[in-house]
């Protein structure tokens, strides 16, 4: 437990791990979160932009819109106007002049009203005549010449209009005058003048609202005449100066200009409209601030969230690591400040006894305000005020969370305040109480500074997550009991109560991490109990187990010193591992183990049990415990092969044999690929025919660049393991087809034997091997290797039949050796048997090899087989193989292997000659007795 307490700088020394990566990993947070902030910001800042950009842009179209066709309808109307006005006043003065140029008698009184009532827009038509002594003058202030509209060369017009003016209506009266002047045959001359009103009103134009807004003005020589507006005409008036936007079109045929004018500024609809877009503006601005304030309290949430996940993974990792409780607090406490923002917090665990609450972990974020807190003097009795009612002590009696909102805390908290100033600004504090099942009361304290800001977002979420938290820790506490229990079962033998295989080779891997030079020599040994398979079957498994545990118990005395290290590492296997001073040391303590499996058999069971062992030496043999475990079972394994009851130390040829082993293992499935395996050819001869029958493939390695490995080297390892085996297996058969072909080519008819591993040839792919590889055995003959291992499994016999059906020989390899080779032939039905080279080399000498020569030759009679002699190297073997009735042999008499090409150059040379007469002698008439038997 710490005695004081730093700001967060000092607790980086004793921070664990796992806070520390939540720390580097809340600072990548952070920095993403302010990328988030400042990506939201910018989001945001860009919308505005975008939003008050489109918005000014739509009112400035719809401005621009509205002015367009505002001056579009103004156009029209002015047009309208002046083409409706120029069109009445040419229409109706060509009507006057149709009237002037009437003979006198046709234009009566009649005539003119009935003119005046035809014309609604023609008021106060009226005419008169005169001689041409004088010419009256035109009274009209814009005359029009009207000459163009003579259509006789008789008469001549002129006319105009005369100033117009507005009447109360709203009518525009236009005067109307057209002169016509006439010479008689008789050379008189004659004049008539006829005028009228015109009346232009609002039925020459549209007076629609869009017009409503709009001034025409009848300008004749920039003096107004007459203004039109709101549907009506009146007379000129002053112009508003918000008006100023016009345009012009001249009347034609007459001196007048039609202006109009309009009201540059929006039309109240349109204004309506633009202060809807303005309030939709600000509306839409609100909406998105509202948007980026949720989004940045949303990815605030998030990032939070995020740092409590992290905060839980740490604690678990915390937990994990945590040496002891004290550990695991102050952890939590560095992660509440460090890996999750929180100013403060700490851990009180109470003390009944001396009825306080010490704080044993503080860390916060002010510097001094941790030591403040590592200071307090908590208290469990309610009637210490202040200390006894704060919030530790209220969780500790409560057993609930509480908080500042619970009642007759402020007054308290001023109190505390007063005698630790610095406690000032602690408002916002929880307090929770540690519960386990295992405990009625609380067993620690934990309280929580955080800011008010983080409560009032995150409130019962925040609360949630620490509690979270705090029940992790809870079921921690008690796990760790329960694992503690657990890893303690794992590691020991349930048994004999000593340390399994697993927590052995933990604790020697302790040991041997710890070493001193001082004490430089270790043994590790291995110890398996001989034949055990037959205490467990001649006794009940009661009493085999009791005797494993007298012998755990008797190996226990054998111990010198009690930091050696026994344990069971198997059913029957134990494991040790002691000090030595020397070699001899080792030897004494091997015999008092003897002595001891000897002694616990004995008194347990009554009977003898003998075990073997394996040594292996640190430094020497090896620098891990797995390296000396394995050489250690290499020791133990020729202990064994030797008989058992004994033991041996890794090295000398030990240590060759596992080295050879090691260096086949890894290397021949390499060598298979590359070729490396070549296979020799060995013939065999019928010496009655004075023939070759066969050859035999004998592998052989032969590295690039390197002398050739005999079998003796590599064959026996390649033997102890299925896989190689099989590997061996099927280059055999692809060699063997190869083989054949070539036989075939050049017109031998040589029966081609391989070596097939018993492992293979039981394994269930053996026959998918030879389907793939090999499926017609015509001329093909399989050597069955290790028969005792296929004597007695009922499996051999169909694979047998089923080789048979397809073509190929069967043959037992080394007959006569094992003690199933007798069986193998009464059982198995084998063409071939091959005679072992052990019994042709002692035939001459030892009479119980010659019995088995001879009963080999009569067994090979009887059951049909072909006996072949192995290893003939010899005319006297030869000459007393053919005196047996032996006729196949194989050896050296007839060749070593071969290559492959040097059989086929050398194989007319290698019958051996027969030098002297043969009498065969004895067997037949024992194959006489078997005939008549059976006849």
């Known amino acids: 437990m710490m005695t004081s307490s730093q700001g967060l700088a000092d607790e980086d020394s004793v921070m664990p791990e796992p806070l520390k990566k939540l720390i580097l990993m809340s600072q990548r947070i952070r920095k993403r979160q302010r990328i988030f902030i400042l990506s939201i910001l910018l989001v945001f800042l860009s919308l505005v932009g975008l939003t008050i950009f489109s918005i000014g842009s739509w009112q400035q179209h719809l401005l621009d819109r509205s002015r367009l066709r505002t001056q579009e309808a103004a156009t029209r109307l002015a047009e309208s106007f002046s083409s409706n006005l120029s069109a009445m006043i040419q229409m109706h003065m060509r009507d006057l002049q149709f009237m002037t140029s009437l003979p006198t008698g046709e234009l009566s009184p009649d ?15 009226s005419c008169r005549s005169g001689d041409g002594s004088h010419k009256p003058p035109l009274a009209v202030d814009y005359p029009q010449d009207f000459n163009r509209l003579l259509s006789d060369g008789v008469n001549a017009w002129k006319g105009g209009v005369d100033r117009p003016f507005v009447d ?5 009266h236009i005067p109307l005058r057209i002169f016509a002047f006439s010479v008689q045959p008789s050379g008189k001359g004659f004049y008539r003048t006829c005028q009228a009103d015109l009346f ?19 300008d004749g020589r920039h003096h107004v005449l007459a203004q039109w507006m709101n549907g009506h005409w009146q007379q000129a008036e002053d112009i508003p100066a918000a008006w100023t936007a016009h345009l012009e079109i001249p009347v034609r045929d007459t001196p007048w200009t039609m202006q109009v004018r309009w009201n540059s500024q929006p039309l109240p609809d349109l204004q309506h409209l633009l202060d809807r877009l303005d309030i939709w503006t600000v509306l839409l601005l609100a909406t998105e601030s509202g948007l980026a304030l949720a989004a940045l309290i949303w990815m605030y949430r998030r990032f939070v ?3 409590y996940q992290r905060a839980h993974q740490a604690l678990h990792e915390m937990v994990d690591e945590a040496h002891d409780i004290n550990e695991m607090y102050m952890g939590l406490v560095q992660l509440s400040v460090l890996g999750t923002g929180a100013l403060a917090a700490y851990v009180a665990v109470p003390d009944e006894k001396q009825g306080t609450l010490p704080v044993i972990a503080a860390s916060a974020r002010k510097p001094g305000l941790a030591e403040i807190l590592w200071q307090l003097p908590l208290s469990l009795d309610p009637e210490n005020l202040p200390w006894g009612q704060l919030l530790p002590s209220l969780a500790y009696r409560l057993q609930c969370r509480v908080s500042p909102r619970t009642p007759h805390i402020s007054g308290m908290m001023t109190k505390a305040i007063a005698a630790y100033p610095q406690l000032r600004g602690f408002r916002e504090v929880i307090a929770w109480p540690v519960m386990t099942e295992s405990a009625p009361i609380p067993v620690a304290i934990f309280v929580l500074e955080i800011t008010r800001l983080t409560r009032w977002l995150f409130g019962r979420n925040l609360i949630a997550h620490w509690e979270s938290l705090l029940h992790d820790l809870e079921r921690y506490q008690e796990k760790m009991q329960a694992l503690r229990d657990k890893e303690h079962l794992l590691q020991t033998d349930v048994l004999t109560g000593l340390p399994n295989r697993s927590h052995f080779t933990t604790l020697v891997s302790n040991s041997l991490n710890t070493a001193s030079e001082a004490q430089p020599l270790f043994g590790l040994a291995l110890l398996d109990m001989d034949m055990f398979n037959e205490v467990n079957t001649s006794f009940s498994s009661l009493e085999a187990d009791q ?5 755990a118990c008797q190996l226990q005395g054998v111990l010198p010193q009690s930091d050696d290290i026994l344990a069971r590492v198997g059913g029957d296997e134990f494991g040790l591992f002691i000090k030595l001073n020397d070699t001899d040391h080792a030897i004494s303590i091997s015999e008092g183990i003897l002595k001891a499996v000897q002694n616990a058999a004995r008194k347990v069971l ?10 292996a030496m640190f430094p020497a043999d090896g620098q891990d415990v797995y390296t000396l475990m394995a050489q250690a079972d290499e020791a133990l394994a020729e202990a064994k092969r030797q008989g058992g009851n004994a033991f041996k130390f890794f090295g000398g040829e030990v240590a060759r044999r596992a080295k050879q082993r090691l260096w086949v293992r890894r290397d021949f499935p390499g060598a298979l690929q590359k070729g490396d395996i070549r296979f020799f050819l060995q013939p065999k001869a019928d010496m009655l025919e004075g023939c070759l029958t066969g050859v035999e493939m004998l592998a052989r390695w032969c590295p690039a660049h390197a002398h050739w490995i005999g079998p003796g080297k590599f064959m026996p390892y390649v033997e102890e393991n299925a896989h190689l085996v099989r590997l061996l297996g099927r280059w055999a058969l692809e060699e063997a087809a190869r083989l054949r072909a070539r036989m075939q080519s050049e017109g031998l008819e040589l029966q081609v034997s391989l070596n097939i591993g018993a492992k293979h040839f039981l394994d269930p792919a053996f026959m998918q091997d030879i389907e793939q590889l090999c499926p017609d055995g015509n001329g093909l003959t399989l050597e069955i290797t290790e028969t005792a291992s296929v004597t007695g499994r009922k499996s051999a016999r169909p694979v047998m039949e089923w080789c048979q059906i397809r073509g190929f020989k069967l043959s037992m390899d080394d007959f006569g050796t094992g003690y199933s080779s007798l069986l193998s032939v009464a059982r198995l039905r084998f063409n071939e048997l091959k005679l072992d080279q052990s019994f042709i080399r002692a035939f001459r000498e030892d009479i119980a090899s010659f019995g088995v020569a001879g009963a080999s030759h009569l067994l090979s009679e009887l059951t049909d087989c072909d006996l072949v002699a192995e290893g003939v190297a010899t005319p006297d073997e030869l000459y007393l193989w053919l005196k047996l009735g032996g006729r196949y042999i194989q050896g050296y008499l007839l060749s070593p292997p071969l290559p492959e090409n040097a059989f086929f150059t050398w194989r007319a040379c290698l019958i051996p000659p027969v030098l002297r007469s043969v009498r065969t002698v004895g067997l037949q008439d024992m194959a006489s007795l078997w005939q008549e038997i059976h006849s």
């Open 305 to 307: 969230e995020s740092r």
């Open 606 to 615: 009554d009977s003898t049990l003998s075990t073997s062992i394996g040594w």
């Open 547 to 551: 005797c494993l545990q007298e012998i």
């Open 111 to 125: 005539l003119l009203r009935r003119f005046n009532n035809m014309h609604p827009w023609l008021a106060g038509v």
């Open 200 to 218: 232009f009103g609002n039925q020459h134009a549209s007076a629609s609202p869009e017009h409503a807004h709009m001034l025409l003005l009848l």
């Open 168 to 172: 109360r209506k709203g009518l525009l």
